[in-house]
C-alpha cells in the first residue's frame, strides 16, 4: 500500500493552534516537530547521550511543522481535503511513501559483517549461509534497539571480548539495547550472562536475540530497570553472584554513576569494559573509573570513540610487588 506524507509548515507560535483545527477537523494522529521542543528535550535528557547527529540538528533546524499519513487512493484524498478544510493560507505538501519503506527500508544497509578476529554479525533475514571458517556467527535483529555491531563504540567493544572472555565466566550488560554484546560473550564462552536496560523494547529484543541464537532463558536474563534509581532491580543485582565480566556500552555522563555499582559487583580478577566514550572526555571518564576503584588496563579508540579496560585497582605496595600497571594500546 502507499501512502501520503503530508507536511504542513507553520511558526512556533502557531503551531498549537494548527494542530487544534486539525484535530477538529478530524486528524487526531499528527506528528508535530518544533526545533524548541526538540530544543528542550535534549537539553532536559543530554545525561543520556555525549553528540547528537548532525544530520537530525540540520533537519530540526527552525523546524515549526505537522505530519499526519493519509492513503494514496480516493478515500485517502478525501480525508485529506477534510482535515484542511478551512486551512487557507498554508502550504500542504504531500510525498509517497510505500508502507514497507518505514518497517525494512534500513534492512538494506545492514549487511553481515566481521567484526574482530572471531565475530560474523549477521541479520536475521541474511542468515542461512555459512560465516567465513574459523568465526562464530552472531545472529541479530536489532528492531528498535540500539546494537548491529556496525557502530564504532560496539566493534571496540565486541573486539576487546575476544581477549577478555574466559570460558564459564558470568556476565553483566548495562544498558543492553539488542543484546549484542552479551549474547556475543555468551557465544564467546561465558556460562550465563545479566543484562538490564531502562527501556522495554530493548529487553524484548535482546530476549528474541538470544533465542535467534539457540540461547534459552537460563543462558540469558534480561531485565527493564534503571540501577540507578530501580532499588528493586540494585537488590536483584546484589543477590546473584559476583560477576567476571560487566559490559557498558553507553555514554560518558551513565558510565560515570554506574562505575560504583560495576566496582561492587565485579568479582576479583574481573573486568568492568566501557564503550560509548567520545575521546574529548576520555581523561575525564578514566578518572572517574579510578575515583571509583578501577584501574583502566587498556583502551581501544577509534573514529573519535573510546573504550576503557578496566579492572580493580590494587593498593600501591600490591601494585610494586606484582608490577600491576595501566597500559593502553
Same mark, same amino acid.
Not at 575525564?284 to 573509573?289: H, N, Q, R, S
Not at 583502566?296 to 573519535?304: A, I, M, N, Q, T
Given at each position: 500500500m502507499t501512502w501520503l506524507e503530508i507536511t504542513i509548515n507553520t511558526t512556533g507560535a502557531d503551531l498549537e493552534t494548527l494542530a487544534a483545527r486539525l484535530a477538529a477537523n478530524g486528524?487526531?494522529? $499528527? /506528528? *508535530?516537530?518544533? +526545533?524548541? @521542543?526538540?530544543? !528542550?528535550? $535534549?537539553? +532536559?535528557?543530554?545525561?543520556?547521550? @555525549?553528540?547528537? @547527529?548532525?544530520?537530525?540538528? =540540520?533537519?530540526? +533546524?527552525?523546524?515549526? =511543522?505537522i505530519k499526519f499519513y493519509v492513503t494514496d487512493d480516493a478515500g485517502g484524498r478525501a480525508q485529506l481535503a477534510r482535515y484542511t478544510a478551512g486551512l487557507e493560507g498554508y502550504e500542504v505538501l504531500s510525498a509517497p511513501l510505500r508502507e514497507e519503506d518505514w518497517a525494512t527500508s534500513w534492512q538494506k544497509y545492514y549487511k553481515p559483517l566481521a567484526v574482530g578476529r572471531r565475530l560474523y554479525i549477521v541479520p536475521e533475514w541474511e542468515r542461512g549461509g555459512e560465516a567465513p571458517a574459523g568465526r562464530v556467527p552472531v545472529i541479530l535483529n536489532p528492531g528498535l534497539s540500539f546494537g548491529t555491531g556496525s557502530h564504532a563504540s560496539t566493534q571496540l567493544c565486541l573486539e576487546e571480548l575476544e581477549d577478555v572472555v574466559s570460558p564459564g565466566a558470568r556476565a553483566l550488560d548495562l544498558g543492553c539495547g539488542s543484546g549484542i554484546l552479551s549474547i556475543a560473550a555468551l557465544l564467546l564462552g561465558c556460562a550465563g550472562a545479566d543484562a538490564v536496560d531502562i527501556d522495554p523494547k530493548a529487553v524484548k529484543a535482546a530476549e528474541e536475540n538470544a533465542a535467534l541464537n539457540g540461547l534459552g532463558p537460563g543462558r540469558l536474563c534480561p531485565r527493564c530497570g534503571d540501577v540507578l534509581t530501580d532499588e528493586a532491580l540494585v537488590d536483584w543485582l546484589d543477590s546473584r553472584e559476583p560477576y567476571q565480566l560487566i559490559?557498558?556500552? *553507553?555514554?560518558? @555522563? /551513565?558510565?560515570?554513576?554506574?562505575?560504583? $555499582?560495576? =566496582?561492587?559487583?565485579?568479582?576479583?580478577? #574481573?573486568?568492568?569494559?566501557?564503550? #560509548?566514550v567520545i575521546e574529548?572526555?576520555?581523561?575525564?571518564?578514566?578518572?572517574?573509573? +579510578?575515583a571509583a576503584g578501577f584501574s /583502566?588496563?587498556?583502551? !581501544?579508540?577509534?573514529? #573519535?570513540w573510546c573504550a576503557l579496560l578496566c579492572g580493580v585497582a590494587l593498593k600501591p605496595s600490591v601494585q610494586n610487588q606484582v608490577g600491576h600497571q595501566p597500559y593502553s594500546s
Open positions: 486528524a487526531d494522529e $499528527l /506528528v *508535530i516537530e518544533d +526545533e524548541a @521542543d526538540f530544543r !528542550r528535550f $535534549l537539553e +532536559e535528557n543530554r545525561q543520556y547521550w @555525549d553528540y547528537v @547527529d548532525d544530520g537530525l540538528l =540540520r533537519r530540526m +533546524e527552525g523546524a515549526a =511543522r559490559l557498558a556500552n *553507553i555514554v560518558a @555522563d /551513565v558510565i560515570l554513576p554506574l562505575a560504583p $555499582l560495576a =566496582r561492587r559487583r565485579l568479582a576479583p580478577g #574481573g573486568y568492568f569494559l566501557c564503550s #560509548g574529548p572526555r576520555r581523561d575525564e571518564v578514566c578518572a572517574g573509573l +579510578e /583502566v588496563l587498556k583502551r !581501544r579508540e577509534r573514529s #573519535g
